[in-house]
């Protein structure tokens, strides 16, 4: 068998491979709750690889809603400091988006000044993605150039082909665990590679008819024209959008305990009032307007100027999540049309 090849994986292999990689891993996959697929840690219930992406990112598994940043104890009046060590993780079942959103975020956290918590998370990790062959009815991802195929930043990648899985490395981590369960592995077929290529230019068509691509520059006229008075009458302040999207990564740090304790980070929301506030009470972003128009800004303005790539994947979390059904690119396109 050629490792550096793609293989095929047929369905009912895939399963009998994440026990065996369970035994040293812990394996995160998406799988059903009360009907609706979520990631979870899998603990051998039905995988949910083709249903629509689950609503909560995986990314949350590199920056939680809460956690432990390190605990602190007190002895005689000095402290002492306890990390707290990171999982070995696999991830299977991540989308393009997401993994774009991760390429975004290790810019964000792992350039200039590294983020341990995250640094640490992201390199005991592997990801295993699986192409978007069946795209949902809110994604994008054609038009941010995140999707419907990884090009990019996974271990392994799978692409369904209906008889089984094209399975593809992306790295040293991927080709180890293609070596050391090979048995499980057969040589893929001109056909299947064929099959690919076909469902993911079939997936892309349909995400680009469904919604027409803006430049960037009519993104920032859509953002300048658009009247952020009247959105704010339809938004609940709910911060759902933020909470979801696999980009967003504010956050608030909190101790708790005494002397003992523990030091948390929770994710935040610039769309919050409260997140802006000064301790004087000064709120440069008082109206709810302002924050949303900050919101797009910071998708496809500021983190561009940062990173060299968008702020939005084109997952559609935001607006699956939104209470007042506000579709998030729609408030784009309306604006100058």
Same mark, same amino acid.
């Given at each position: 068998?050629?490792?550096?090849?793609?293989?095929?994986?047929?369905?009912?292999?895939?399963?009998?491979?994440?026990?065996?990689?369970?035994?040293?891993? +812990?394996?995160?996959?998406?799988?059903?709750? +009360?009907?609706?697929?979520?990631?979870?840690?899998?603990?051998?219930? #039905?995988?949910?690889?083709?249903?629509?992406?689950?609503?909560?990112?995986?990314?949350?598994?590199?920056?939680?809603?809460?956690?432990?940043?390190?605990?602190?104890?007190?002895?005689?009046?000095?402290?002492?400091?306890?990390?707290?060590?990171? @999982?070995?993780?696999?991830?299977?079942?991540?989308?393009?988006?997401?993994?774009?959103?991760?390429?975004?975020?290790?810019?964000?956290?792992?350039?200039?000044?590294?983020?341990?918590?995250?640094?640490?998370?992201?390199?005991?990790?592997?990801?295993?993605?699986?192409?978007?062959?069946? #795209?949902?009815?809110?994604?994008?991802?054609?038009?941010?150039? *995140?999707?419907?195929?990884?090009?990019?930043?996974?271990?392994?990648?799978?692409?369904?082909?209906?008889?089984?899985?094209?399975?593809?490395?992306? *790295?040293?981590?991927?080709?180890?665990?293609?070596?050391?369960? *090979?048995?499980?592995?057969?040589?893929?077929?001109?056909?299947?590679?064929?099959?690919?290529?076909?469902?993911?230019?079939?997936?892309?068509?349909?995400?680009?008819?469904?919604?027409?691509?803006?430049?960037?520059? +009519?993104?920032?006229?859509?953002?300048? +024209?658009?009247?952020?008075?009247?959105?704010?009458?339809?938004?609940?302040?709910?911060?759902?959008?933020?909470?979801?999207?696999?980009?967003?990564?504010?956050?608030?740090?909190?101790?708790?305990?005494?002397?003992?304790?523990?030091?948390?980070?929770?994710?935040?929301?610039?769309?919050?009032?409260?997140?802006?506030?000064?301790?004087?009470?000064?709120?440069?972003?008082?109206?709810?307007?302002?924050?949303?128009?900050?919101?797009?800004?910071? @998708?496809?303005?500021?983190?561009?100027?940062?990173?060299?790539?968008?702020?939005?994947?084109?997952?559609?979390?935001?607006?699956?999540?939104?209470?007042?059904?506000?579709?998030?690119?729609?408030?784009?396109?309306?604006?100058?049309?």
């Amino acid at each position: 068998m050629t490792l550096n090849a793609a293989l095929f994986l047929d369905h009912e292999n895939l399963v009998p491979l994440i026990e065996e990689l369970g035994k040293t891993l +812990e394996v995160v996959a998406p799988v059903y709750a +009360e009907g609706e697929p979520v990631f979870a840690t899998w603990k051998g219930e #039905p995988l949910a690889l083709d249903a629509d992406n689950p609503l909560n990112s995986p990314v949350e598994f590199f920056l939680p809603q809460k956690e432990v940043l390190f605990k602190y104890v007190q002895c005689s009046g000095r402290y002492t400091f306890q990390d707290v060590p990171p @999982k070995s993780r696999l991830i299977l079942g991540m989308r393009p988006c997401d993994l774009q959103a991760i390429k975004v975020l290790d810019e964000i956290f792992g350039t200039e000044l590294p983020d341990h918590p995250y640094a640490s998370k992201r390199m005991s990790t592997i990801i295993v993605a699986l192409n978007c062959t069946s #795209p949902g009815e809110r994604c994008f991802c054609a038009q941010m150039g *995140s999707g419907p195929a990884a090009e990019e930043g996974y271990d392994l990648l799978l692409t369904d082909v209906g008889s089984g899985y094209l399975v593809e490395s992306g *790295s040293p981590a991927g080709m180890f665990i293609l070596r050391a369960h *090979s048995h499980h592995f057969e040589e893929a077929l001109p056909e299947h590679l064929k099959e690919k290529e076909r469902l993911l230019s079939l997936a892309e068509e349909e995400i680009t008819n469904r919604r027409p691509a803006l430049t960037p520059e +009519e993104i920032r006229r859509a953002i300048d +024209e658009t009247d952020w008075g009247e959105v704010e009458k339809r938004c609940l302040r709910c911060g759902g959008c933020s909470l979801v999207c696999p980009v967003c990564h504010c956050f608030s740090v909190m101790d708790r305990g005494v002397p003992d304790g523990e030091r948390l980070r929770c994710r935040d929301s610039c769309v919050m009032a409260g997140f802006s506030r000064m301790t004087s009470g000064a709120n440069p972003r008082a109206a709810l307007g302002e924050r949303l128009r900050h919101w797009y800004l910071d @998708k496809f303005v500021y983190i561009p100027e940062k990173t060299g790539m968008l702020g939005c994947v084109g997952c559609g979390r935001c607006s699956s999540v939104c209470l007042s059904e506000i579709d998030r690119w729609s408030i784009l396109r309306e604006a100058i049309e």
